[in-house]
């Protein structure tokens, strides 16, 4: 598909530039509100009231000012910098051939393009043939997963279990006629400009998406069969969820994919769950790939007996009961600190009884041959006797059976020509893994590491410099800083504030507020508040030089597991989430408390990238999984039931950063009403300082940013240009400080701050973004 292709007549040289007839048309015609929701929608424009004023200002250059029609680029682009100064803070990158682009898709229609496209290609196609789309910008995917969301089924184990009449409200095809579904072959890859683009300008990269066409394995409502699936041969065995070997053959640029639109077939790369065990992948017209000669097979066999020697205790017959005490294990310990003779007594005590040894940074994907398999050999011989003594024998039996398995499923993907890289990635070996790495995590002793390690973290403090150096304009002055935490951005303004200024503290946190208990006792210019800092304007009484904000969650609570606030199972603990573990419900019991509407709305707001429907599947599923096995009680519980839905998402590699953390940030923000308190904190913080006093915000997920623009927008003054480039009659609804009666408005000191590669490299919970706002007079 030709998605993403310059128009003709839209040329990058301004100079040139001169829109074709159809957009030209549609410039004359389109009204402000039209070509403002064109600017979001397309444009990558989440500013409702920028979108807005860049609308005002091209409408009233081509109806009031007698300039005519928007005909050349030079024409638009004098129009967008005569409000450079509204977005070059914000929207440092934001540019004319972005906004231009925005209006071209809107005028040539080219989403009902794209569709129409996409269900014609759809329909011609053969059961099980392919189609390949490259994408340029982020509507287009949009659009793609659109239209792949509409031909999907229930792919995820949570998704299944969701009631059938939900399932048809959730997943249209379900309703459908449609003979066929869509699925998307493998998580789409980043193309480089010169692979998948012959000849295009510019060095703009591409997404690779593959789709595929595949037979339905749910009836229509309303069909016989009703929502019930199809019975497969391998259920029917009692082989339980169907399974289809997944394929490899994404080629890795464009051009090879000409030459042949039907991929070859590919070795197994672990399975999903469409089609029975063992059924062959594609339409069955793949080429076929010859089998490996004799002398291949027993140079093959030979190289696999060999390794498998090697690791010959990893093999030891899982059904075979181990029958070693935690005594040996003991033995086995105390031989480990015994120099070389103690190795050697620790392999024939593993002969003897079954039982691997442990060591928490195995990683069977680094082996390879005959001297990996001895390098796993000595790296178990590194015993730490507190996992041994408290590992079971089925634990044991367990442990050396998916090992077993890892190796086995090593050598086969190694066989069949996949590179190291694309076997970590195989569903298999992944989830074996996982396994793996849970039974590391099982003991008090290694809780008690872990909770150690937490302890030990020094609490490094974001931007610190930074923040201290744009919010402390008066040594003398008053200050507040709304999130104490640890007390890390308070001791730093402390150090820079002479004996006559003062500091006050907020925070809801009862430990927090305890070690500032202890930093009032020291610094008589210190008090610390134990409120929300949303109600700052009630206890707050005097006029204030500066307000620091450092948003979202303190290290130290991440690192507590009684709190609930990290997704790393290795910090397992009660599902809380609350900041103020006295107040209100934990994510436990609110859970059990809400329907499934509602809980679509918390994941939605917050969740910015699970497009609809996905918040509302999501929802349903694990409020089905709730009702069938009993409340959530841990963090550990949640997130397993969380990445099950990981199959619904376009790459599902991405479920921690896509998935989990942004579900458990949406709980947190609702949970603390981080929402309302930090709009309730930022319209008394400004009504408490002083003119020209400053408040400095530290943001670290998409919503905090979201709502401070809008707070500025809504707050901000139009600069002389602006004034120029839009109608009077306007200017009071496109900026709505003209209008109200607070006596004050707020501009942007600096661009939004990031930290340096230095900072995020030493901390790598840094990555965040410092505003710096400013009272001003009207």
């Not at 292709?5 to 402000?32: F, H, I, M, N, T």
């Not at 996949?418 to 002793?445: F, T």
């Not at 997704?567 to 809380?576: A, E, F, S």
Request: proline share 6%; charged share 25%; with cysteine.
């Amino acid at each position: 598909l030709p998605v993403g292709e310059d128009c003709p007549g839209w040329p990058g040289q301004w100079s040139e530039y001169a829109p074709s007839e159809v957009c030209g048309k549609w410039l004359a015609q389109v009204d402000v509100e039209g070509m403002a929701e064109a600017l979001i929608a397309f444009g990558s424009l989440n500013d409702n009231l920028l979108a807005r004023r860049l609308a005002s200002a091209v409408v009233y250059r081509r109806d009031k000012r007698g300039g005519g029609p928007i005909s050349t680029y030079e024409d638009f682009r004098q129009v967008v910098e005569g409000l450079k100064g509204d977005f070059e803070e914000s929207h440092p990158h934001l540019d004319c051939g972005q906004l231009l682009r925005a209006l071209r898709v809107a005028a040539r229609d080219e989403i009902l393009e794209l569709r129409n496209s996409l269900s014609k290609i759809f329909g011609d196609l053969a059961m099980g043939s392919r189609c390949s789309v490259l994408t340029y910008y982020p509507w287009e995917a949009q659009v793609l997963r659109d239209f792949l969301h509409l031909h999907e089924e229930p792919k995820s184990s949570l998704t299944k279990s969701i009631s059938a009449d939900r399932q048809v409200e959730l997943y249209p095809l379900l309703q459908s006629p449609e003979p066929f579904a869509v699925r998307q072959v493998a998580p789409p890859t980043w193309q480089l400009a010169s692979e998948a683009r012959v000849g295009g300008s510019g060095s703009r990269s591409a997404m690779l998406h593959v789709l595929e066409k595949c037979p339905r394995t749910t009836a229509p409502v309303g069909s016989n069969d009703g929502l019930r699936t199809r019975t497969t041969e391998a259920q029917t065995a009692g082989a339980g969820v169907s399974k289809r070997p997944g394929t490899q053959g994404i080629p890795c640029s464009i051009s090879s994919f000409e030459s042949d639109l039907t991929p070859p077939a590919a070795p197994s790369f672990g399975t999903t769950k469409s089609d029975p065990e063992g059924a062959p992948c594609g339409n069955g017209n793949e080429k076929a790939v010859a089998p490996p000669s004799a002398s291949a097979r027993w140079d093959l066999q030979n190289t696999l007996c060999a390794k498998l020697a090697c690791c010959s205790f990893l093999f030891a017959a899982s059904s075979t009961p181990s029958t070693s005490s935690s005594g040996a294990r003991k033995a086995e310990a105390e031989a480990t600190s015994g120099g070389s003779k103690g190795k050697a007594g620790t392999k024939e005590a593993n002969a003897s009884t079954n039982k691997p040894t442990d060591d928490t940074n195995l990683d069977t994907n680094d082996v390879d041959g005959v001297d990996g398999a001895t390098e796993i050999l000595e790296k178990n011989s590194k015993v730490k006797s507190e996992y041994l003594e408290e590992w079971t024998d089925e634990q044991c039996a367990l442990y050396e059976a998916l090992k077993a398995k890892l190796m086995a499923r090593k050598l086969e993907l190694s066989t069949q020509g996949m590179s190291l890289q694309q076997q970590k990635k195989d569903p298999q070996s992944v989830a074996w893994n996982n396994e793996i790495s849970a039974l590391h995590r099982l003991g008090k002793k290694h809780a008690a590491q872990v909770e150690l390690r937490c302890r030990k973290r020094v609490h490094l403090p974001v931007l610190l410099l930074e923040s201290v150096d744009h919010l402390v304009t008066d040594p003398k002055g008053k200050y507040v800083d709304c999130t104490f935490g640890r007390g890390g951005h308070t001791r730093a303004i402390l150090s820079v504030l002479s004996s006559e200024g003062s500091l006050q503290a907020f925070d809801v946190d009862p430990s927090a507020v305890s070690v500032g208990k202890a930093l009032e006792q020291e610094d008589h210019r210190f008090e610390i508040l134990h409120h929300p800092f949303g109600v700052i304007e009630d206890v707050v009484q005097e006029s204030l030089d500066g307000v620091l904000m450092d948003l979202g969650v303190s290290s130290p609570q991440l690192d507590d597991r009684s709190r609930g606030f990290s997704i790393k199972g290795k910090k397992d603990g009660p599902l809380d989430l609350r900041m103020n573990q006295q107040v209100g419900l934990p994510a436990s019991k609110w859970l059990e408390t809400i329907t499934a509407k509602e809980f679509a709305w918390v994941i939605a707001s917050t969740c910015y990238r699970l497009e609809t429907p996905l918040p509302e599947r999501l929802a349903e599923g694990v409020l089905a999984r709730q009702q069938r096995d009993g409340p959530f009680e841990t963090t550990k519980q949640l997130v397993a039931t969380i990445e099950e839905f990981a199959e619904e998402l376009s790459d599902p590699s991405q479920k921690r950063e896509m998935l989990v953390h942004p579900f458990f940030v949406s709980i947190r923000v609702f949970l603390n009403r981080e929402m309302q308190q930090l709009d309730a904190a930022l319209q008394g913080i400004f009504r408490r300082l002083k003119m020209h006093g400053r408040c400095v915000i530290i943001c670290f997920n998409r919503w905090e940013m979201a709502a401070l623009r809008s707070f500025i927008r809504e707050n901000e003054l139009p600069t002389e240009e602006s004034r120029n480039a839009l109608p009077t009659d306007q200017l009071v609804k496109l900026y709505p400080a003209l209008s109200n009666n607070k006596g004050f408005a707020i501009r942007q000191v600096v661009r939004p701050v990031r930290p340096t590669a230095e900072e995020l490299k030493t901390n790598q919970r840094s990555k965040s973004l410092m505003f710096v706002l400013e009272k001003i007079s009207r």
